[in-house]
T-cell receptor
Framework: DAGVTQSPTHLIKTRGQQVTLRCSPI?????VSWYQQVLGQGPQFIFQ???????GRGNFPDRFSARQFPNYSSELNVNALLLGDSALYLC???????????????FGEGSWLTVV | AQTVTQSQPEMSVQEAETVTLSCTYD???????LFWYKQPPSRQMILVIR??????QNATENRFSVNFQKAAKSFSLKISDSQLGDTAMYFC??????????????FGKGTKLSVKP
């Protein structure tokens, strides 16, 4: 079975531009989350979506937005890019059930964003 | 505030030896899960082991085991018979139990482990 897939894997943008990152969860997983990982740090939570609704938001500005589609895939959008947005953006999925499997989160390989 | 602290920025171990990575956390919640993730140079975050906070028995996965001390809020990872492929960043994380439809992982800053031949 395919894992969490993300695209693109690498991209370079200019300050002020907008970027869209895409994610497909593991088959059967209904919850998708986004994390930002800057160099030398652990991932920081950005958003969580479940059944197309936002279920959680981290401490990120309104320039960050996301959505989830009926097939449970997701997009992360970042507007008015700043140099500080350069990071690895990780997508993760989970079953969203009450047992241990539902509370286990699996990650994709990430999208490397460089803002110049 | 919920926090995770990994006090060892870097560690090294000889191949075939045992190493223990430390992690402490702070939360007022009673029901949660704890995880160790491995991030090799490829940058994919790979689940190593998980522990349900309500279980007293420490989790084990082949060469990986944890020492979970709930009262002390401590969750260390022991790697036995270290292999060169274990070289990676290791992140400790926890998640409040809520069925996965809500809630997110809170990560520590990581420990860089190098396994030397």
């Amino acid at each position: 079975d395919a894992g969490v897939t993300q695209s693109p894997t690498h991209l370079i943008k200019t300050r002020g531009q907008q970027v869209t990152l895409r994610c497909s969860p593991i088959s059967g997983h209904k919850s998708v989350s986004w994390y930002q990982q800057v160099l030398g740090q652990g991932p920081q939570f950005i958003f969580q979506y479940y059944e197309k609704e936002e279920r959680g938001r981290g401490n990120f500005p309104d320039r960050f937005s996301a959505r989830q589609f009926p097939n449970y895939s997701s997009e992360l959008n970042v507007n008015a890019l700043l140099l500080g947005d350069s990071a690895l953006y990780l997508c993760a999925s989970s079953l969203a059930s009450w047992d241990s499997s539902g509370n286990t989160i699996y990650f994709g390989e990430g999208s490397w964003l460089t803002v110049v | 505030a919920q926090t995770v602290t990994q006090s060892q920025p870097e560690m090294s171990v000889q191949e075939a030896e045992t190493v223990t990575l430390s992690c402490t956390y702070d939360t007022s919640e009673n029901n949660y899960y704890l995880f160790w993730y491995k991030q090799p140079p490829s940058r994919q975050m790979i689940l190593v082991i998980r522990q349900e906070a309500y279980k007293q028995q420490n989790a084990t996965e082949n060469r990986f085991s944890v020492n979970f001390q709930k009262a002390a809020k401590s969750f260390s990872l022991k790697i036995s018979d270290s292999q060169l492929g274990d070289t990676a960043m290791y992140f400790c994380a926890f998640k409040v139990t809520n069925g996965g439809s809500q809630g997110n992982l809170i990560f520590g800053k990581g420990t860089k482990l190098s396994v030397k031949p």
